[in-house]
């Protein structure tokens, strides 16, 4: 059972335009973080949030943690190729051990 | 400040065999955790070391098993393995102990089992 589901799965634009992808759960968590992973390396933390209803905006990246911190999205900003790779959200319930991984959106941005 | 090294970045190896990989934390961090991650999936995981005593461990079974050393680094090993073990084996490093939420991960070492 997936604790968290990311959608879209897959997903295709061009250089310049605008996207978001989602992040939901049923469950609370006390954290959640959202990771860039290429292909042949390990998940790259890109940034954690931890109060419901917070925004933090990393360049052309914003990042929102839902107000029940159920669920978050991440959207981007004028797209570049460089921005091509799978993002993964992951989470912690309450104080546990596990980061919970969603299965990711594989984006790829053509230019 | 070195990075998370993980050993070997390929392996292929086949049923029933067994297998050592094996992970060199960031300097300054003594926790270590390992996850797989299996194709097209997101990473799921396996446990967690913090000062040489396993402290958190997620839904695999015992034939998963590890260690982790004075120095903090740690190896993953895997007994009988099965078709399915085929993923990308993750390692990350963190410091502060439980609490710490920012992981960095190696590159992987990618099992195939055959």
């Known amino acids: 059972t997936q604790l968290l589901e990311q959608s879209p799965q897959f997903l295709s634009i061009q250089e310049g335009e605008n996207l978001t992808v989602y992040c939901n759960s049923s469950s609370v968590f006390s954290s959640l973080q959202w990771y860039r992973q290429e292909p042949g390396e390990g998940p790259v933390l890109l940034v954690t949030v931890v109060t419901g209803g917070e925004v933090k905006k990393l360049k052309r990246l914003t990042f929102q943690f839902g107000d029940a911190r159920k669920d978050s999205s991440l959207h981007i900003t004028a797209a570049q190729p460089g921005d091509t790779g799978l993002y993964l959200c992951a989470g912690k319930v309450n104080s546990g051990y596990a980061l919970n991984f969603g299965k990711g959106t594989s984006l790829l941005v053509t230019p | 400040e070195t990075g998370v090294t993980q050993s070997p970045t390929h392996l292929i190896k086949t049923r029933g065999q067994q297998v050592t990989l094996r992970c060199s934390s960031q300097?300054?961090?003594?926790?270590v955790s390992w996850y797989q991650q299996a194709l097209g999936q997101g990473p799921q995981f396996i446990f967690q070391?913090?000062?040489?005593?396993?402290?958190g461990r997620g839904n695999f079974p015992p034939r998963f098993s590890g260690l982790q050393f004075p120095n903090y680094s740690s190896e993953l090993n895997v007994n009988a393995l099965e078709l399915d073990d085929s993923a990308l084996y993750l390692c990350?490093?963190?410091?502060?102990?439980?609490?710490?939420?920012?992981?960095?991960f190696g590159s992987g070492t990618q099992l195939s089992v055959l």
């Open positions: 990350a490093s963190s410091s502060g102990g439980r609490t710490n939420e920012k992981l960095f």
């Open positions: 300097s300054g961090h003594n926790t």
């Open positions: 070391y913090y000062r040489e005593e396993e402290n």
